[in-house]
């Protein structure tokens, strides 16, 4: 009897199990100064190349707000593109919006899309107003070997990177919501007691 218990509930785990957890999967967090003014437009953009299959989000990193002066209230938008986002703008896999964090990072998230690992992509900030006052923060000479910053459709060669992270992982399409998971374990949970009044006969 307790052996056909553990199999009912056994079964039942894998309709617990959470989302996969986003992680970092490109990073490069040095800076020494501002690159360019943030603007309602996708202006300043860095390439780069995910490791894995997927992309979920996207860091910037701002200049000191003590040089250029933002407010914490500001809203601002990462975008993740499959091409050059100020030439081409309609090449936008997917976006997301937040405020700064205390350390000077946005970092906008969304579900999950499907990226080929190792292709060229951008990413790319841009503010909710036009304040003109928050740069993004760049690093010189290849700091980052897989990508470099650009501005206005402008590549810059090798010379300059954004402070800048991205992520992957996250919520699947195919994982069930919470209601699904409960009804679906109470199922399981039925069979067990309809199983001990069987065997108890």
């Not at 091409?83 to 998230?109: C, E, H, Q, Y």
Request: glycine share 12%.
């Amino acid at each position: 009897m307790k052996l056909l218990t553990k199999t009912f509930i056994l079964a039942a785990l894998p309709l617990c199990s959470a989302s996969a957890v986003q992680v970092i999967d490109q990073n490069q967090p040095l800076g020494i100064g501002a690159w360019a003014s943030i603007s309602p437009t996708y202006d300043s953009y860095q390439t780069f190349k995910q490791s894995a299959g997927n992309i979920s989000g996207g860091g910037v990193r701002l200049s000191n707000p003590g040089l250029h002066p933002f407010s914490p209230s500001e809203v601002f938008t990462i975008g993740v593109f499959s091409d050059n986002p100020f030439t081409n703008p309609g090449s936008l896999l997917a976006s997301g919006s937040a405020t700064a964090g205390p350390d000077f990072w946005v970092d906008g998230f969304w579900s999950a899309v499907n990226v080929t690992p190792g292709s060229t992509l951008y990413l790319s900030i841009k503010s909710t107003s036009d304040t003109g006052a928050a740069g993004a923060d760049q690093y010189s000479v290849t700091t980052y070997t897989d990508g470099n910053a650009g501005y206005r459709g402008n590549n810059f060669g090798d010379l300059f990177d954004l402070a800048f992270r991205t992520y992957s992982g996250g919520s699947q399409a195919s994982v069930p919501d919470g209601g699904s998971t409960i009804a679906l374990f109470g199922l399981a949970m039925t069979a067990v007691a309809r199983a001990r009044r069987k065997f108890s006969i």
